[in-house]
């Protein structure tokens, strides 16, 4: 049996393959600034600055965040490097994510 998080990790792997992903800090607000990202996830772990930047930015321009796992299983599900912030570019891989993390733990 999968938990919810094991999907979360899968979802976030397809959606860098599909191309529908950006992360790393830079990556990340510069694509919330055009408009392009409809879902954040800021690490549990990343320094209080980065995630008041990004709750900051994100209300702004009413895109959904959400403080989910830590930066090195972000980094590891996408395949690179530790990451504290990605961005989800497409409406239906965000709100799947959304869905999986809204869902209370069995």
Do not use: H, W
Not at 48 to 73: A, C, G, H, I, W
């Amino acid at each position: 049996m999968r938990t919810n998080e094991d999907k979360i990790y899968s979802f976030l792997g397809l959606a860098t393959r599909a191309g529908k992903l950006v992360s790393g800090d830079d990556s990340t607000l510069l694509e919330l600034r055009r408009g392009n990202v409809k879902l954040v996830i800021v690490a549990d772990d990343a320094s209080e600055n980065t995630k008041k930047l990004f709750k900051d930015k994100s209300s702004y321009r009413n895109v959904k965040y959400v403080y989910f796992s830590t930066k090195l299983q972000l980094g590891l599900s996408i395949g690179k490097a530790p990451r504290a912030a990605i961005g989800v570019k497409d409406a239906n891989f965000a709100n799947k994510i959304m869905e999986l993390i809204e869902t209370p733990k069995i």
